[in-house]
């Protein structure tokens, strides 16, 4: 499935590594959901609004991971 994607996004390094892990030929397709530096930690066993904020940045990256998306696709469909 990895192999198959046009690009995986992971939360954090450790997710980008678990990518490798999988498939070496798909690290090339895989980025930080937040871009390069950004990393959201895993809320998992922690305050109510610890969740809330992981929530917030996930979010707030929507419209950037969009743009992205929709850029590949018009490259893609110009092909």
């Given at each position: 499935?990895?192999?198959?994607?046009?690009i995986i996004y992971?939360?954090?390094?450790?997710?980008?590594?678990?990518?490798?892990?999988?498939?070496?030929?798909?690290?090339?397709?895989?980025?930080?959901w937040e871009g390069e530096g950004g990393e959201i930690p895993d809320p998992h066993y922690r305050s109510d609004e610890f969740f809330r904020m992981v929530a917030v940045r996930i979010e707030a990256a929507i419209p950037d991971r969009v743009?992205?998306?929709i850029v590949m696709l018009e490259s893609r469909n110009r092909q």
């Open positions: 499935m990895a192999d198959g994607a046009d992971g939360f954090d390094h450790g997710h980008i590594s678990g990518v490798g892990a999988v498939s070496i030929d798909a690290v090339s397709k895989t980025a930080l743009d992205e998306l």
